[in-house]
């Protein structure tokens, strides 16, 4: 990077190795750290120790690559055009990846950064869809009511239905689906800008058929909106990647020496816990658990039957392998059985995928030459950087880390910590200090007056206060009664300027409450301004975060 860009946009300001990465405040802010350049170190990242490692546990890092690129194309070119990628091309590839969710304009800033970083390295990029995550509510929250008084509603797009992984998230309702745009409408307020929810709606109408997944849908609907953009990437499921031959080596090769991983996981988040100063015994993740016979193992179990996420458990003697549930499901049988499989071997309508650390250890280490992180899976990867440092013996190629903000044009500056603190001092000043607000005493009040009186009283104790000799108890009781009965004296004539305090402070709260809403950055990508408007933002922020780079 030449000595005077930068990596981040407008106010922001922090070292690559900072380790408090936060969004930017600013409206228009983005977030890319590091910024790689062509001949960066960071991008031409040696990767043959890696490769090394996972060719002695028998994961080919070639075949893993074309099974990527092979899946990425014939998901993609269902909905999209791909005559863009050269098939042959896996030997460069960058990667990003997220939930399939109309998620916030923040997260959508990582895709146009695959984009244009897959485009300069003469690269392929693919987002990876995480559909391994629960799903949890298939409603988006936007700002109504008015602009000097809003609040929260919520859009259903579907029915409610049971927590479970996005990959078995059918739509339950196609009527609340297709009526979405209609239902907004009716409650859209006249303050903000026809919403981007009809453009990814209409992205979807001229597809041969609908998907039946509710999170494929979403995601198919946003991929093609970007097509129209220009954006150049592909998409695959973690659900496809982890049916793949090289994915069963690769859990295969973790499942034979599943103790050794429980103690370096364990000790590598132990570890990252007291360096964040983390309490919480389930954060980032919870430890892993074993007994004398069983060891827990970063992967998730569920069926089709029962599509509740559930710990797999691991016991391996040898070539002898056993997974278990531990709640009624278990397989035994070899090691080999996993491995170049082409089918589960532990039956169909099993499935068994990866935890969020095991996604991006495998993305990175084995399928891509950088994958970029929002905020969040920045934090998570340290600990996946640590983990594998103590497991593989070997350093994962570095990640990319972007966001940006982008609020709701309506959103007015939100008053700032220090205004509110100002204030709140202010009127603890007047409280016990109100001669200080008064630049001179009530022309009414002469020598004589109570007023006058309590205010010298005061004066005198605090006078006396500083003086070498430590006050008696009876003194100190005396004079605390004296500035007391001095304070309550002078308030009355301080009142207009205390009713002006507390009016400022009651505006700036509310504009605090206010900008909650109307400011929020996580509002989804479907109720911000349709047509164009985002595209122009993220041209913007990606034209100026390339060129200086």
């Given at each position: 990077?030449p000595p005077?860009?930068?990596s981040?946009?407008p106010?922001?300001?922090?070292?690559a190795e900072?380790d408090?990465?936060?969004?930017?405040s600013?409206?228009?802010?983005?977030?890319?750290?590091?910024?790689p350049?062509?001949g960066?170190?960071?991008?031409d990242?040696?990767?043959?120790?890696v490769?090394?490692?996972?060719?002695s546990s028998r994961i080919?890092v070639a075949?893993?690559?074309?099974e990527?690129?092979?899946?990425?194309?014939?998901?993609?070119?269902?909905y999209?055009?791909?005559?863009?990628?050269?098939e042959r091309?896996?030997?460069a590839?960058v990667?990003?990846?997220?939930?399939?969710q109309?998620?916030?304009?923040?997260?959508?800033?990582?895709n146009?950064?695959?984009?244009?970083?897959?485009?300069?390295?003469?690269a392929?990029?693919i987002n990876?869809v995480?559909d391994?995550d629960?799903?949890?509510?298939?409603r988006?929250r936007?700002?109504?009511?008015s602009l000097?008084q809003?609040?929260?509603?919520?859009?259903?797009?579907?029915?409610?239905g049971?927590?479970?992984?996005f990959?078995?998230?059918?739509?339950?309702d196609?009527?609340?689906f297709a009526?979405?745009?209609?239902?907004?409408?009716?409650?859209w307020p006249t303050?903000?800008?026809?919403p981007?929810?009809?453009?990814?709606?209409?992205?979807?109408?001229?597809?041969?058929?609908?998907?039946?997944n509710?999170?494929?849908?979403?995601?198919i609907?946003?991929?093609?909106?970007e097509?129209?953009?220009?954006w150049?990437t592909l998409?695959v499921p973690?659900?496809q990647?982890?049916e793949t031959?090289?994915?069963r080596n690769f859990?295969?090769?973790?499942?034979?020496?599943a103790?050794?991983?429980?103690?370096s996981?364990?000790?590598?988040?132990?570890d990252?816990r007291?360096r964040y100063r983390?309490?919480?015994?389930?954060?980032?993740?919870?430890?892993?658990?074993?007994d004398s016979?069983?060891v827990?193992?970063?992967?998730?179990?569920?069926?089709?039957?029962?599509?509740?996420r559930?710990?797999?458990?691991?016991?391996?003697?040898g070539?002898?392998?056993?997974?278990?549930?531990?709640?009624?499901?278990?397989?035994?049988?070899?090691l080999?059985?996993?491995?170049d499989?082409?089918e589960?071997?532990a039956?169909k309508?099993?499935?068994?995928?990866?935890r969020?650390?095991?996604?991006?250890w495998?993305?990175?280490?084995?399928?891509?030459d950088r994958?970029i992180?929002?905020?969040?899976?920045?934090?998570?990867?340290r600990?996946?950087d640590?983990?594998?440092r103590?497991?593989?013996?070997?350093?994962?190629?570095?990640?990319?880390?972007?966001?940006?903000?982008?609020r709701?044009?309506?959103?007015?500056a939100a008053?700032?910590?220090?205004?509110?603190g100002?204030?709140?001092?202010?009127?603890?000043?007047?409280e016990?200090?109100?001669?200080?607000?008064?630049?001179?005493?009530?022309?009414?009040?002469?020598d004589?007056?109570e007023?006058a009186?309590?205010?010298?009283?005061?004066?005198?104790?605090?006078?006396?206060?500083?003086?070498?000799?430590a006050?008696?108890?009876?003194?100190?009781?005396?004079?605390?009664a004296?500035i007391e009965r001095?304070?309550?004296c002078l308030?009355?004539a301080a009142e207009?300027?205390?009713a002006?305090?507390?009016?400022e402070?009651?505006?700036?709260?509310?504009q605090?409450r206010n900008?909650?809403i109307?400011?929020?950055r996580?509002?989804?990508?479907?109720m911000?301004?349709?047509g164009?408007?985002?595209?122009?933002?993220?041209?913007k922020?990606?034209?100026?975060?390339f060129?200086?780079?």
């Amino acid at each position: 990077m030449p000595p005077n860009s930068s990596s981040r946009g407008p106010l922001e300001s922090s070292s690559a190795e900072d380790d408090a990465l936060r969004a930017p405040s600013e409206d228009g802010g983005w977030l890319i750290e590091p910024l790689p350049c062509v001949g960066d170190a960071t991008v031409d990242f040696d990767r043959s120790a890696v490769i090394a490692t996972a060719n002695s546990s028998r994961i080919d890092v070639a075949t893993a690559r074309q099974e990527l690129l092979s899946l990425a194309m014939n998901h993609t070119r269902r909905y999209r055009d791909v005559a863009w990628v050269d098939e042959r091309a896996s030997d460069a590839l960058v990667m990003a990846g997220h939930q399939p969710q109309w998620f916030h304009p923040g997260v959508w800033f990582k895709n146009g950064v695959l984009d244009r970083l897959a485009h300069r390295r003469g690269a392929i990029g693919i987002n990876l869809v995480v559909d391994n995550d629960l799903c949890d509510s298939a409603r988006l929250r936007f700002p109504s009511g008015s602009l000097d008084q809003p609040h929260w509603e919520t859009l259903a797009l579907d029915r409610s239905g049971p927590a479970v992984p996005f990959e078995e998230r059918t739509i339950l309702d196609e009527e609340t689906f297709a009526n979405a745009p209609r239902e907004l409408a009716s409650r859209w307020p006249t303050w903000l800008e026809r919403p981007l929810l009809w453009d990814l709606h209409g992205a979807l109408a001229d597809l041969d058929e609908q998907p039946a997944n509710l999170g494929e849908r979403l995601a198919i609907a946003r991929h093609r909106l970007e097509a129209s953009w220009g954006w150049r990437t592909l998409e695959v499921p973690l659900s496809q990647l982890c049916e793949t031959s090289s994915f069963r080596n690769f859990a295969a090769s973790l499942w034979s020496d599943a103790r050794r991983l429980s103690e370096s996981y364990n000790q590598a988040l132990w570890d990252h816990r007291q360096r964040y100063r983390i309490r919480s015994r389930s954060h980032p993740v919870p430890e892993l658990e074993s007994d004398s016979e069983w060891v827990e193992s970063p992967f998730w179990i569920w069926s089709d039957e029962d599509p509740r996420r559930r710990r797999l458990f691991v016991r391996c003697d040898g070539e002898a392998l056993s997974l278990t549930n531990g709640e009624g499901w278990s397989w035994s049988g070899g090691l080999g059985d996993w491995r170049d499989a082409t089918e589960s071997p532990a039956g169909k309508g099993i499935k068994i995928r990866t935890r969020a650390l095991l996604t991006t250890w495998y993305t990175r280490a084995i399928l891509c030459d950088r994958f970029i992180h929002g905020i969040g899976g920045a934090h998570y990867d340290r600990l996946t950087d640590e983990i594998v440092r103590r497991y593989w013996g070997v350093e994962l190629p570095p990640f990319t880390t972007a966001t940006a903000t982008v609020r709701l044009p309506v959103a007015s500056a939100a008053p700032t910590a220090k205004q509110l603190g100002e204030l709140s001092q202010r009127l603890r000043r007047l409280e016990y200090h109100p001669e200080e607000f008064l630049a001179s005493l009530p022309s009414s009040m002469d020598d004589a007056s109570e007023q006058a009186s309590c205010l010298s009283a005061k004066r005198e104790w605090i006078a006396r206060s500083r003086e070498p000799r430590a006050l008696t108890y009876e003194e100190r009781v005396a004079r605390h009664a004296a500035i007391e009965r001095a304070n309550a004296c002078l308030r009355p004539a301080a009142e207009s300027i205390r009713a002006d305090l507390l009016r400022e402070r009651e505006r700036l709260e509310k504009q605090q409450r206010n900008f909650r809403i109307l400011g929020s950055r996580e509002i989804s990508i479907a109720m911000h301004a349709g047509g164009d408007s985002l595209r122009r933002t993220f041209d913007k922020m990606l034209s100026t975060a390339f060129r200086d780079s």
